[in-house]
């Protein structure tokens, strides 16, 4: 559905949308997407600005943007909706939670499932990094707040990223401070940003960085002040989309495709590794470990 806002901005919410099979269409598979009208129900928001081709994504998953199957099925098809939009050029990805852009994979999708669940909740991550990696239009990271892990890698899929200069927030793959691993497409867009040795150290001791050393590291491209995190990113933006289009996309092709074609090759025995790490018994004790430390933080 699209109501318009003001003039050339259109609101863009996917609503309850329902995936009719598989996931969204890339590469070999594809996908029917519908969308009923049922835009309070929505975990984003998008603005189109059709002026300048410039949409901006907002996340709003409460509290934290945790990422749960239905939030990624919905980013997914409006990602898809988009890219489908001839007058849509560039996204901007951000949150519209205070504080944070992401806190990653939801814990409670891996934590005391059947197999069965945890391998449709896998193909719905799958999904969301194969579409965002492998995306042909711009994509910026406006990161206005924390993004471990899952969060972490929706930053690293984006051309561009942008971070609030809060020593509050920090962002990383933090896997392995909960006693799980990072797979392989995950480490591969990691090290693809920042290196072999920086991805290497960043991976084992899974570090969290504030903007300033993420900075240092290039895991994000600059630090601004927080309220000028959006602007920044449209002005970003109107950088890249002064690049002939076409010479553009190629070269980002060029660059992400050998790593797409890694995880299209075996999406299946991805998902079978998923499934037999995290029902380990000693995978869901430390996973129930870290959920309690959550908790308990707070008291
Ligand atoms: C051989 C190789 C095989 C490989 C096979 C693959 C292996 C598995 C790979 C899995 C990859 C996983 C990726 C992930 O993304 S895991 C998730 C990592 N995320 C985190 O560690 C973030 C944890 N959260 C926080 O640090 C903080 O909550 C945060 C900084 C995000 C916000 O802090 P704040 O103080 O503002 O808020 P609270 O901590 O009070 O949180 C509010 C409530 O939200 C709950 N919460 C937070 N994060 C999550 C989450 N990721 N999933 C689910 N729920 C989350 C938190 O518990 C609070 O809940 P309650 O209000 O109910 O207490």
Wanted: net charge positive; proline share 4%; glycine share 6%.
């Amino acid at each position: 559905m699209a109501a318009v806002l003001r003039r050339g901005v259109k609101l863009i919410s996917s609503g309850s949308s329902q995936l009719l099979s598989g996931g969204c269409k890339h590469g070999r598979t594809s996908t029917l997407c519908i969308s009923s009208s049922r835009p309070s129900s929505s975990k984003i928001n998008v603005e189109l600005d059709s002026s300048t081709g410039i949409a901006v994504m907002r996340f709003q998953n409460p509290l934290v943007n945790s990422l749960n199957l239905d939030f990624l099925t919905e980013i997914c098809i409006s990602l898809e909706k988009l890219e489908l939009d001839k007058s849509c050029r560039g996204v901007i990805l951000t949150s519209a939670q205070p504080k944070i852009f992401s806190a990653g994979l939801d814990i409670l999708e891996m934590y005391g499932k059947n197999p069965e669940h945890y391998a449709a909740f896998w193909k719905s991550v799958q999904e969301i990094w194969l579409k965002l990696y492998g995306y042909s239009k711009i994509t910026i990271a406006a990161i206005n707040g924390s993004s471990p892990a899952g969060g972490c890698l929706i930053a690293l899929t984006a051309d561009y990223r942008i971070m609030a200069d809060n020593p509050r927030y920090t962002i990383g793959l933090n896997e392995t401070q909960l006693g799980i691993v990072a797979p392989f497409w995950f480490k591969d867009t990691m090290l693809n940003t920042v290196g072999h040795r920086t991805a290497e150290l960043s991976l084992q001791f899974g570090l969290m960085y504030t903007p300033s050393d993420a900075l240092k590291i290039n895991l994000v491209d600059l630090v601004v002040p927080e309220e000028q995190v959006l602007s920044t990113a449209t002005e970003t933006m109107t950088k890249f989309l002064a690049i002939p289009g076409h010479a553009r996309e190629i070269s980002k092709s060029m660059m992400r495709k050998p790593v797409v074609d890694r995880l299209l090759s075996c999406r299946d025995a991805d998902i079978k590794n998923f499934v037999s790490f995290i029902s380990k018994d000693s995978i869901q004790k430390s996973l129930g470990q870290y959920l309690s430390m959550l908790k308990q933080k707070k008291s």
